[in-house]
T-cell receptor, first 113, second 113 residues
Framework: DGGITQSPKYLFRKEGQNVTLSCEQNLNHDAMYWYRQDPGQGLRLIYYSQIVNDFQKGDIAEGYSVSREKKESFPLTVTSAQKNPTAFYLC????????????FGQGTRLTVV | GESVGLHLPTLSVQEGDNSIINCAYSNSASDYFIWYKQESGKGPQFIIDIRSNMDKRQGQRVTVLLNKTVKHLSLQIAATQPGDSAVYFCADPASGGSYIPTFGRGTSLIVHP
């Protein structure tokens, strides 16, 4: 089945650590996105990539980094510079053009301990 | 700024009632909208979409209405069931030409048995 997979589902991070969230899709979509969701809030865009080897900052990119070395994969690293990383992270993808439905992964819940 | 936004953060209804979730958008050039449903701990999923050449679109138990004059759309759920309890987002997939999916804050629908 085609879809988008995020892992892990739950992740715990110690203060000062970098952690990487995985996002893989087999939908052959060109564009991929990372959103952050805080309780009772909407989806805020962290980074997006519309083509391999290229990505752009979203509204809240500080403290995060990404790479897009393969079409299928768009990992997100939450660095120690992100002062409030506890949140629910969602990865999504769309086909070329973007004016279509976004397919989401099941999310990763990151907690700082 | 936010290009789409929902009117109420929370909507409580009794099982069997009809639910109406409202959304406003700001960009007159937006020509396509999608409603998503997000169940607790999961990623959003597509429910229904509507293009600007339509005023109304019906699905199974759901209807979306679009009023371009006042830049407003609504999602109507008939005979609401406990399984409809979720957060609902309206989205502008093209975000006025940037083709980066933009989401409103979401309305949490609570269905009481």
């Amino acid at each position: 089945d085609g879809g988008i997979t995020q892992s892990p589902k739950y992740l715990f991070r110690k203060e000062g650590q970098n952690v990487t969230l995985s996002c893989e899709q087999n939908l052959n979509h060109d564009a991929m996105y990372w959103y952050r969701q805080d309780p009772g809030q909407g989806l805020r865009l962290i980074y997006y990539s519309q083509i391999v080897n290229d990505f752009q900052k979203g509204d809240i990119a500080e403290g995060y980094s990404v790479s897009r070395e393969k079409k299928e994969s768009f990992p997100l690293t939450v660095t120690s510079a992100q002062k409030n990383p506890t949140a629910f992270y969602l990865c999504a993808s769309t086909s070329t053009g973007g004016n279509t439905e976004a397919f989401f992964g099941q999310g990763t819940r990151l907690t700082v301990v | 700024g936010e290009s789409v936004g929902l009117h109420l953060p929370t909507l409580s209804v009794q099982e069997g009632d009809n639910s109406i979730i409202n959304c406003a958008y700001s960009n007159s050039a937006s020509d396509y909208f999608i409603w998503y449903k997000q169940e607790s701990g999961k990623g959003p999923q597509f429910i229904i979409d509507i293009r600007s050449n339509m005023d109304k679109r019906q699905g199974q138990r759901v209807t979306v209405l679009l009023n371009k004059t006042v830049k407003h759309l609504s999602l109507q759920i008939a005979a609401t069931q406990p399984g409809d309890s979720a957060v609902y987002f309206c989205a502008d997939p093209a975000s006025g030409g940037s083709y980066i999916p933009t989401f409103g804050r979401g309305t949490s629908l609570i269905v009481h048995p």
